[in-house]
Nanobody, 122 residues
């Protein structure tokens, strides 16, 4: 079993930055990819990006490429989502999730955190 807990959400002005954290625990999470998803008001949940725990390879949605960066700290068992140049359309609840493979589809992720709200004001 893998447990994930997000933190770091809040209110930020457009053009600003925010870093989200995802604390990961469990016996076998080292075999997983950790993904970030978001769900804005009235929108479907969408893939933001993911990172492989073992190698640190990263993958991003086109909508955030060049603005968002995913990293992981093995010593702290934590994955980060650094968000720069934020836009009002980035307003959403952000979730981290674990999957046994790299995938853009949310149904491939078996374990989810509770989510953290990010609101970008214009």
């Amino acid at each position: 079993q893998v447990q994930l807990v997000e933190s770091g959400g809040g209110l930020v002005q457009a053009g600003g930055s925010r870093r989200l954290s995802c604390a990961v625990s469990g016996r076998t999470f080292s075999r997983y990819a950790i993904g970030w998803f978001r769900q804005g008001p009235g929108k479907e949940r969408e893939f933001v990006g993911c990172i492989t725990w073992s190698l640190g390879s990263t993958y991003y949605a086109d909508s955030v490429k060049g603005r968002f960066t995913i990293s992981r700290d093995k010593a702290k068992n934590t994955v980060y989502l650094q968000m720069n140049s934020l836009k009002p359309e980035d307003t959403a609840v952000y979730y981290c999730a674990a999957s046994a493979r790299v995938d853009y589809a949310d149904y491939s992720y078996d374990h989810w955190g509770q989510g953290t709200q990010v609101t970008v004001s214009s």
